[in-house]
Nanobody
Framework: QVHLVESGGGLVLAGGSLRLSCAAS????????MGWFRQAPGKERDFVAG????????YYTDSVKGRFTISGDVAKNTVYLQMNSLKPEDTAVYYC????????????????WGQGTQVTVSS
């Protein structure tokens, strides 16, 4: 199994940028489809971005297209989420997750989860 640890969250002004990292251990992240999810207080956990095991396909929810970029570094066994032009509505706890087989935006299909990292965007 894979162990995931997120980092890089923080407080940023609207319009600013953050890069989240998801460090994988135990197995290479390339053995999985990887995803980033977020959960705001009182709301469900929502899909943000995903990347296929070989890095050739990426997926984004509509609200972040053109602003967020998911990528992976095989040598560091780490998946990143570059977040630009941040908005107050991006405020949430961000989670990294891994699933077997192909892409899905359904969080219930992801087997392994990190502990989350808080992102707060102030206006």
């Amino acid at each position: 199994q894979v162990h995931l640890v997120e980092s890089g969250g923080g407080l940023v002004l609207a319009g600013g940028s953050l890069r989240l990292s998801c460090a994988a251990s135990g197995r290479p992240f390339t053995a999985y489809t990887m995803g980033w999810f977020r959960q705001a207080p009182g709301k469900e956990r929502d899909f943000v971005a995903g990347i296929s095991w070989n890095g050739q396909s990426t997926y984004y929810t509509d609200s972040v297209k053109g602003r967020f970029t998911i990528s992976g570094d095989v040598a560091k066994n780490t998946v990143y989420l570059q977040m630009n032009s941040l908005k107050p509505e991006d405020t949430a706890v961000y989670y990294c997750a891994a699933k077997h087989r192909g892409y899905s935006s359904d969080p219930s299909l992801y087997v392994y989860w990190g502990q989350g990292t808080q992102v707060t965007v102030s206006s």
